[in-house]
């Protein structure tokens, strides 16, 4: 598994854990809710400020994120 498929299947549990739709969480992250799929799938490199409006949107730090089995 690439680390892009790590990253989004993580991004994936979190969102969903938190009971939110694509739709809601792209909208709270300010992405596209079509960007956010493909970067759920794995599909997309994102930058470092995505990936920190998307842990803003969780409501959860880089070291929270990380802090997984999966990395």
Known sequence: MTIQERIGNRITQ??????????????????????????????????VGTLERIFNALDISFKEFFDSKEF
């Open 14 to 47: 979190l969102r969903k854990e938190k009971k939110l739709s694509q739709q809601k969480f792209a909208y709270e992250a300010d992405i596209e809710r079509s960007f956010l799929t493909h970067i759920e799938k794995g599909r997309k490199n994102i930058s």
